[in-house]
């Protein structure tokens, strides 16, 4: 079992930064696949990125490339959203996510994890 608590989200201005932060629970978190997902009004929630259990692998959706970096801390049990360059259309609750997989694929469909967080809002205003 793990839990998964999202912090960092807030009100930005476009063009600004934010970092998310993912605390979990429990002694196995480094053999966890982690991911970033998002909901924004209206939406479904969709995926954004994903790191591997070691860090050496990740994938990011096309929007997001070039502005968001996801990294993890083992030591720490914490992964992290870095947001830049931020768009109102990145406006969205977003969720961290965790797949009990270790391996170096890194998933991006939401059926394919096994523990999710309450979510952090994130709004960018214009």
């Known amino acids: 079992q793990v839990q998964l608590v999202e912090s960092g989200g807030g009100l930005v201005q476009a063009g600004g930064s934010l970092r998310l932060s993912c605390a979990a629970s429990?002694?196995?978190?480094?053999?966890?696949?982690m991911g970033w997902f998002r909901q924004g009004p209206g939406k479904e929630r969709e995926f954004v990125a994903a790191?591997?259990?070691?860090?050496?692998?990740?994938t990011y959706t096309d929007s997001v490339k070039g502005r968001f970096t996801i990294s993890r801390d083992n030591a720490k049990n914490t992964v992290y959203l870095q947001m830049n360059s931020l768009k109102p259309e990145d406006t969205a609750v977003y969720y961290c996510?965790?797949?009990?997989?270790?391996?170096?694929?890194?998933?991006?469909?939401?059926?394919?994890?096994?523990?999710w967080g309450q979510g952090t809002q994130v709004t960018v205003s214009s």
């Open positions: 996510a965790a797949k009990n997989y270790y391996g170096d694929l890194t998933p991006v469909g939401r059926s394919e994890y096994d523990y």
């Open positions: 790191i591997s259990w070691s860090g050496s692998s990740t």
């Open positions: 429990g002694r196995t978190f480094s053999r966890y696949t």
